[in-house]
């Protein structure tokens, strides 16, 4: 893919939705990294569920590690693997409270170093809490990469450095959550809803989903054989997609 569809690609997703940000509902740089901590192998809205509670009961790195692991473990039941997202939880509350005074460190390698925190997690965090240009490949956004064509590479973090290389500068601050969105709603990972995808004619994908009429007919050999094999976008309909509310989301994230 060339650096003018590349580009393209990103014009597109920034008009129709030109402020991006993380779904997770979070209101300090703590909550965020204990959000991204618990939403590991979980959706966004199970852990919108359950945070507005446990942020209530303990909205500091002190209060959070006084809690203890049963305390945590009782607000957030309903998420995958509590206990053990629980311990990591006090560990790193205790580290924020020990090493740097109870505020989330800004470095990479500082925020790797707490429990449950990864680079795709001190990503999350650089990005939306600090503003940093970093890129969090998720499931989502590996797939889109090499899906489209966008940035190719067999792990996260090939497709993160292929990103960091090729995205042009002014999009690369939202450029991860472009991606997420795009992987969630539209490209998704069982059947991708070209016929309805923005950048469907600048997308290498050769094998485009037809839309699920034209499908049928197509089978039959009917005239929408012919409209399935150039899905147009439609903005209407992505615009919409852009805009679906919270409690539309099922998209599982990747470890
Ligand atoms: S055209 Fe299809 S495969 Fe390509 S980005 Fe759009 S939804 Fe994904």
Same mark, same amino acid.
């Given at each position: ?10 014009? @597109? ?44 009961? +303990? ?34 509350? @205790? ?23 990864? @680079? ?90 037809? +839309?699920?009429? +034209? ?16 899905? +147009? ?23």
């Amino acid at each position: 893919m060339n650096a003018a569809r590349r580009a393209e690609i990103f014009a @597109r997703l920034q008009a129709l939705n030109p402020k991006p940000t993380t779904e997770l509902v979070y209101g300090s740089p703590f909550e965020l990294l204990i959000a991204v901590i618990l939403s590991a192998q979980a959706t966004d809205r199970s852990v919108n569920l359950a945070t507005p509670e446990l942020f209530r009961a +303990a909205g500091n790195p002190a209060a959070m590690h006084a809690l203890g692991v049963d305390g945590i473990s009782r607000y957030i039941r309903t998420i995958g693997l509590f206990r053990s997202k629980a311990k990591h939880i006090v560990e790193a509350c @205790r580290i924020l409270v020990d090493e740097h005074g109870g505020e989330v460190p800004r470095t990479r390698e500082a925020l790797e170093r707490l429990p449950g925190v990864g @680079r795709k997690t001190a990503n999350v965090v650089l990005n939306t809490a600090f503003g940093e240009p970093t890129i969090a490949v998720d499931t989502h956004i590996f797939r889109v990469a090499n899906r489209t064509g966008l940035a190719p590479g067999r792990t996260p973090l090939a497709v993160e450095q292929a990103l960091l290389k090729h995205v042009p500068k002014p999009y690369l601050h939202d450029c991860h959550h472009w991606l997420i969105l795009h992987g969630r709603y539209v490209c998704k990972a069982r059947k991708p809803e070209c016929w309805r995808c923005p950048i469907a004619d600048l997308c290498d994908y050769r094998d485009k989903t037809p +839309a699920p009429d +034209a499908a049928g007919q197509a089978a039959e050999g009917g005239p929408a054989a012919k409209a399935a094999t150039a899905p +147009a976008p439609r903005k209407a309909s992505a615009a919409k997609a852009a805009k679906r509310p919270a409690g539309a989301r099922r998209a599982t994230r990747a470890g």
